[in-house]
């Protein structure tokens, strides 16, 4: 089960809630990431709220859909989400990092509604791989979603498990590609250019669908249509923002790792809330 499927207008408003509570919850820390999990926050905010199949009263819940953060610094994004939808109460999102929180800087299954620990990166298209092989070995139509960093696809683990997602058919795993240009140390094209990556991906044999990550309809339109895909798996390359939704943060490396001050935060939630 999952929520009622919520209106464009209404992914949108829910989309920016979620962007006030990462900026709340990271000024609140002193600590942690908000460019990616802005990036990413109408990504997660649809694939939750319209798409995924899940339990929030039963996290275990066996024929839930999966989905797996690899890139981990992005968490108060997803911990935002996990509240919203009823994994724990939102109360909890201001212990972000906070000794003996439930909520560590990086994910971790202390918390409920998250599948697997992540951070490490490069690692996680391998687990989301292994979720989607289990499920077609139980004969079960779970889907499992990955959300991947575009500096983390310069790691060769991913491509190895792309080559073995594309052998072994599999057609219940979507990645979702946060494409916002910027890694830690600067562009990625700076870093280790990573174009083209359409063709990288059709090559290793992925369906493959490129959107405008900060539309709404575009990106429920994409997650409609990799359910529909049958014999390869499928990759959504979502062209982001880093830091959207924050005029002083949109595509500013410095915001990769640094959370804002409480002046920043205000003015950001000023900005969030117009």
Known sequence: MANKELSLKELEAKAKE?????IEMLAKAGSGHPGGSLSAADL???LYFNILRFNSQNP???DRDRFHMSKGHCCPLWYAVLAQVGYFPKEKLLTLRKLGSILQGHPDRV????ESASGSLGQGLSIALGMSLAAKMDKKDYRVYCLLGDGEVQEGNIWEAAMAASHFKSDNLCAILDFNGCQIDGKCEDIMGIQPLS???LA???NVIEIDGHNMQQILSAYNQARAVKGKPTVIIAHTIKGKGVSFMEGVVGFHGRAPTQEEAKQALKELAE
Not at 18 to 22: F, T
Not at 111 to 114: F, Q
């Open 18 to 22: 979620i962007r006030r509570l990462i």
């Open 44 to 46: 997660v905010t649809a």
């Open 60 to 62: 275990a819940w066996p």
């Open 111 to 114: 918390t409920p509604g998250i």
């Open 199 to 201: 063709a990288k991906w």
């Open 204 to 206: 290793f044999g992925w």
